[in-house]
């Protein structure tokens, strides 16, 4: 079925109340709208010539995995030490002040290596367009260092304009936390009715957070793995691959636009 016809289903069908909150949904940017193996994999191949590490040009596309030090791992590179320089230890602050980690987190200059997801500006303008919703991009990208460059490839891709809630500079927790404090505060003015976020943490955050009846969406690519998964989570490959999926999501949605429903999980 065309990705038209998904929301076309329930199209003039999400009017509210003006009492009522807007609602809205919230997406993800990293490996949720956009790929960024690639701006993973253009990062270390230039660690490599920098480093002379000949080892990590063996890197491709498809060996580049989510986790740095699984990409260095997929090529045979496992010393401690040079996984440390590259990559961080295990924690988020070492991660940022890796030679991947300063590239990938707080550099503009690559975020265009990254590739759109299959789909995805068709279906989320769609949502806009059709069912009236706010669309909302939560990340966990740096405010200072990517702020404005994540708004430009919103805008390269066609996207829909919505607020973009970056990390604070100075934040140096985990995404999901940042995210919970989010969303407990979108929740104060939106009736949220659907999440997109490809992170497990946060998709497994969102669901504890969110009544079951507000679709909780992760794209992944092993959609059929549901190893720590929590029950009620859809997985899609992308937004192409996802289509019964996603006509489900947005028949769940819909119902919550209902007037009276509402996304805040009982007290």
Known sequence: MNIFLIVALVAGLGTSEAAQKKSAVIF?????????RYRSYEILRQIAVQQNLPQLLNLTV????????KSLSNVGLTDATI??????????????????????HANPASIPYDHM????????????????VQVIYLTGRNQEATAR?????????????GPLITKPTAYTGPDEEFKRQELRRLLQTYNVVAVFDDSL????????????????????RTPGDPSGVSAGIDQIRDYLAGEPTLRSV??????????????????
Not at 83 to 104: H, R, Y
Not at 201 to 220: D, I, W, Y
Not at 257 to 266: C, L, Y
């Open 201 to 220: 943490k946060n998709a497994n955050m969102f669901r504890a957070e969110l009544p079951l009846t507000v679709p909780v969406v992760r794209p992944t």
């Open 149 to 161: 460059a994540s708004q430009a490839q919103l805008n390269y891709y066609g996207f829909p304009k």
């Open 250 to 267: 947005v028949e769940r949605a819909k119902k919550l636009k209902k007037p009276g429903a509402s996304s805040e999980r009982p007290s």
């Open 28 to 36: 993800d940017l990293d490996d949720t709208l956009v790929e960024t």
């Open 117 to 132: 997801l299959a789909g995805a500006p068709l279906f989320v303008n769609a949502l806009v367009k059709d069912l009236g």
């Open 62 to 69: 498809d060996t580049t995995d989510y986790y740095c030090t």
């Open 83 to 104: 996984v440390a320089k590259v990559c961080g230890e295990s924690d988020w602050a070492s991660e940022l002040q890796s030679l991947w980690g300063k590239k990938f």
